[in-house]
């Protein structure tokens, strides 16, 4: 019977993407293999504890909500997760991934919804980011730049205009909570009238940057 490493499972309000304001069931996986400067889940770093995937299930069941997150972490880092995302389709669960654009996503089932976290040079993990992930974006994945500055939104201003990425799924920009300004990110998206959604942690606004499990 597979396992998975896992740090928390909880039911809240998805905070992010297109789905932002939906009831979900985050599955936050244990470990993660880079380091970003604005990580907001640093005790999700740690190894986690082993969980059967019949065991995350059932406990993904005892909330009755029908979309599902993992999340780490970086839950690609498990071997089992692609299974699990498979089986949780199965069930009839939407089923949503965020990953740091590192990991190759190809493993998993084209129905899962992606959403992609493109590194900026702020977060500085920009030499992990796997570039032909971009290529293997199915129908309904998402992409995401978390930005620190006015340097990180010029630079990812520039990915997505010249990499069409509007063309090729929903966009995010989404400044770390607390570093940068979102009236200056709205101020630079309108004046520069890019094809990108403002992405604010909806969760933190409700119940405080420090709340977790929520």
């Given at each position: 019977?597979s ?19 939906w009831?979900c ?79 190759d996503i ?13 590194k ?5 993990m ?32 520039e ?9 090729r799924?929903?966009?995010?920009f989404?400044?770390?909570h ?18 990108v ?12 940057a ?5």
């Amino acid at each position: 019977m597979s396992n998975i490493a896992i740090h928390e499972i909880y039911c809240s309000l998805q905070g992010e993407s297109t789905y932002a304001g939906w009831p979900c069931v985050f599955v936050r996986t244990g470990g993660c293999d880079i380091r970003c400067t604005y990580c907001d889940e640093p005790a999700a770093l740690a190894a986690g504890s082993p969980m059967s995937l019949d065991d995350v299930i059932a406990r993904v069941r005892e909330f009755g909500a029908p979309l599902v997150e993992l999340t780490g972490g970086e839950p690609l880092l498990q071997p089992a997760a692609p299974e699990l995302a498979r089986r949780l389709l199965e069930l009839g669960y939407e089923v949503l991934i965020e990953t740091g654009g590192h990991r190759d996503i190809s493993v998993l089932d084209p129905r899962v919804r992606v959403i992609l976290d493109v590194k900026t040079p702020g977060s500085r993990m920009l030499k992990q980011n796997d570039w032909a992930n971009l290529e293997r974006l199915q129908p309904g994945a998402e992409i995401k730049f978390v930005l620190c500055d006015e340097a990180d939104y010029v630079w990812a201003r520039e990915q997505v205009r010249e990499r069409g990425l509007e063309q090729r799924a929903p966009v995010h920009f989404s400044p770390v909570h607390g570093r940068l300004d979102p009236k200056d990110l709205a101020a630079w998206i309108l004046r520069d009238r890019l094809k990108v959604r403002m992405n604010l942690q909806l969760h933190k606004y409700i119940w405080g940057a420090e709340a977790k499990s929520v």
